[in-house]
């Protein structure tokens, strides 16, 4: 069974930093992040394919940037200069042949 396992969640204060890593049991051609806010629907934050082609939400352009080793089948989210706004349960998904497969997300919480 393929398996996605997030990693570095946590409380951070307004302009921290983290970094999220996702480490999935196989490869994939699409792996990206995406967060579920209290109260909002899931949406995208940044994807990227194998190919290093990569997609940004909006809002995240400029503060947020993807990496992926694909040696360690491990899709990573850089996150600069956060804001309260983006406190949510951040989960990673991965995409091969239509099929989607998700983590179980990881907890990011920008407060002072």
């Known amino acids: 069974q393929v398996q996605l396992v997030e990693s570095g969640g946590g409380l951070v204060q307004p302009g921290g930093s983290l970094r999220l890593s996702c480490a999935a049991s196989?490869?994939?051609?699409?792996m990206g992040w995406y967060r579920q806010a209290p109260g909002k629907q899931r949406e995208l934050v940044a994807t990227?394919?194998?190919?290093?082609?990569?997609n940004y939400a909006d809002f995240v352009k400029g503060r947020f940037t993807i990496s992926r080793d694909d040696a360690k089948n491990t899709v990573y989210l850089h996150m600069d200069s956060l804001k309260p706004e983006d406190t949510a349960v951040y989960y990673c998904?991965?995409?091969?042949?239509?099929?989607?497969?998700w983590g179980q997300g990881t907890q990011v919480t920008v407060s002072a």
């Open positions: 998904k991965a995409t091969q042949f239509g099929r989607n497969v």
């Open positions: 196989r490869s994939f051609l699409i």
């Open positions: 990227m394919t194998s190919g290093g082609v990569t």
